[in-house]
Antibody
């Protein structure tokens, strides 16, 4: 079964850039499927952020498109999320997952000075 | 106004059947909208139950099934169990974007 694990800072200052990585084990991200980022603000529902395919095609949420970038590093079997100009509204648990079905456990990112 | 809508809450008795639905306000939902269904229990990460309208994963209990119903994506739970009490989220392509529904809180009582 494909396993995913998010990593990155738990605290980011307003106006700065949030960077997260997702390390995948049990499957090569260049072999197939989509590799996805979503988030969940505290006490709220799920929000689609974006995805990258095994061939490098990306799909971003229109509401976040101007601030996000998703990339992959096949040598490390990782894919990453960059979110610029963060505000308190970006405070959330960030999850990576795959269309193959696996999920990471999630990582809480708090935006605060 | 939410673009993708789900029932905010539903209650089902143990052993009974319940259907959750997922609608796109701008279109009839078809398989081309690639509906997914997720289950999330309190304090846990979500897990994927159904992908691409009807397809289950190896861990998806047989009592869950996905379909299209009345222009919407649907998740049917046949024979509800107490452990099925959770929030259920759909994900579809609506208005050209991948969008989650607001979630359905399912109570088994």
């Amino acid at each position: 079964q494909v396993q995913l694990h998010e990593s990155g800072p738990g605290l980011v200052k307003p106006s700065e850039t949030l960077s997260l990585s997702c390390t995948v084990s049990g499957y090569s991200i260049s072999s197939g499927y989509w590799w996805i980022w979503i988030r969940q603000p505290p006490g709220k529902g799920l929000e689609w952020i974006g995805s990258i395919s095994h061939s490098g095609s990306t799909n971003y949420s229109p509401s976040l498109q101007s601030r996000i970038s998703i990339s992959s590093d096949t040598s490390r079997n990782q894919f990453s999320l960059t979110l610029t100009s963060v505000t308190a509204a970006d405070t959330a648990v960030y999850y990576c997952l795959t269309s193959a079905g696996g999920w990471g456990q999630g990582t809480l990112v708090t935006v605060s000075s | 106004q939410a673009v993708v809508t789900q029932e905010p809450s539903l209650t089902v008795s143990p052993g009974e059947t319940v259907t959750l639905t997922c609608a796109c306000i701008t279109a009839v939902v078809t398989s081309g909208h690639y509906p997914y269904w997720f289950q999330q229990k309190p304090g846990q990460a979500p897990r994927t139950l159904i992908h691409d309208t009807t397809n289950k994963h190896s861990w998806t209990p047989a009592r869950f099934s996905g379909s299209l119903l009345g222009g919407k994506a649907a998740l049917t739970l046949s024979g509800a169990q107490p452990e099925d009490e959770a929030a259920y989220y759909c994900l579809i392509t609506c208005s050209g974007a991948r969008i989650f529904g607001g979630g359905t809180k399912l109570t088994v009582l």
